[in-house]
Nanobody, 123 residues
Framework: QVQLVESGGALVQPGGSLRLSCAASGRTFSTYTMGWFRQAAGNQRELVAVITYREDLDYADSVKGRFTISRDNAKDTLYLQMSNLKPEDTAVYYC?????????????????WGQGTQVTVSS
């Protein structure tokens, strides 16, 4: 089993920045592919960013150039640095993980999920 706990969600003004964290426990974090997903009200959950254990990266087109995913294997923690935030980034953000060595682009491929953290971008 893997436990994931997100933190860092907040209310932020458009153009602002925020960093989300996801603390992992229970299995070998360093060998897992980790992802950030988000779900806005009334929408399906969508991929935001993915990082493999070798630090291969992938991003949704809507966040490229604004968001950065990273991981600290010594701390078993995943991060999402978000900048130039827009109202359309408002959503509940989820951390997800699974064993494996490649980019997994869809939520159905992930095994473990956190409870989510709310990000609201509004003036």
């Amino acid at each position: 089993q893997v436990q994931l706990v997100e933190s860092g969600g907040a209310l932020v003004q458009p153009g602002g920045s925020l960093r989300l964290s996801c603390a992992a426990s229970g299995r070998t974090f360093s060998t897992y592919t980790m992802g950030w997903f988000r779900q806005a009200a009334g929408n399906q959950r969508e991929l935001v960013a993915v990082i493999t254990y070798r630090e291969d990266l992938d991003y949704a087109d809507s966040v490229k150039g604004r968001f950065t995913i990273s991981r600290d294997n010594a701390k078993d923690t995943l991060y999402l640095q978000m900048s130039n935030l827009k109202p359309e980034d408002t959503a509940v953000y989820y951390c997800a993980s699974r064993s494996g060595t490649t980019i997994y682009p869809t939520e159905g491929l992930y095994i473990y999920w956190g409870q989510g953290t709310q990000v609201t971008v509004s003036s």
